[in-house]
């Protein structure tokens, strides 16, 4: 695993842990439980985790993922903390590299930014460009459904196109914000809008946006 997944996969774990199984999270009708469940489904079972994007493996990955949230809870953090089967394709370096940063930031963040009184972490430069470079390449995928014009700028004027379009919103924050943001975390994710009132009201509103 890269430096970067390992530790919040790690920081995951142990933050499932910390909150118990029946803790909220961001991701609508979860619980902590839930969300391992989901999270070790994914990499364990992938012939149920085509349900998360085909809408015809849909029953099967709700039925797998009920099989896994009822093991203990425990177990299911045990199987997070120390990462997929030599079989799963996300045991391969480049493979976890593309996939897993991302995957297990914004989970963390879900669990995390559920709690009372939670503050925002502090992250490196070398993460923040890591998010970024992710970013980068899946913005217009995210943004496909968005209603209105989406650029998502970095504070110092770097900047990438999701959705072409009019008017335009301009969505400023770090790196770690603006993919809160576009995984469709808009109400937690610590990013200033800029553009037209009703386009910034359509898009907070929205729940195209983040796959």
Request: hydrophobic share 40%; net charge neutral; aromatic share 6%.
């Amino acid at each position: 695993m890269s430096t970067h997944a390992k530790r919040e996969r790690l920081l995951l774990a142990d933050l499932l842990e910390t909150t118990g199984p029946e803790a909220p999270t961001l991701c609508e009708g979860w619980t902590t439980r839930d969300l391992a469940a989901h999270v070790v489904v994914r990499e364990r079972r992938p012939d149920a985790a085509g349900g998360m994007l085909v809408k015809q493996l849909a029953s099967r990955l709700e039925r797998v993922m009920a099989e896994f949230a009822a093991k203990p809870y425990e177990e299911l953090i045990q199987l997070i903390r120390t990462g997929p089967p030599r079989f799963s394709p996300f045991s391969l370096k480049q493979v976890d590299e593309l996939s897993n940063i991302v995957e297990f930031y914004v989970h963390t963040e879900d669990v995390r930014r559920a709690q009372p009184e939670w503050t925002p972490r502090e992250l490196d430069p070398v993460f923040q460009d890591a998010l970024w470079s992710r970013l980068e390449r899946s913005a217009r995928l995210m943004g496909r459904g968005v209603p209105t014009g989406l650029v998502l700028r970095r504070p110092d004027g770097r900047t990438v196109v999701a959705h072409r379009g009019t008017p335009v919103v301009t969505v400023t924050g770090e790196p770690s914000e603006l993919v809160l943001f576009a995984y469709g975390r808009q109400s937690a994710a610590k990013v200033g809008l800029e553009g037209d009132e009703d386009a910034i009201a359509k898009l907070r509103e929205t729940k195209q946006l983040g796959i």
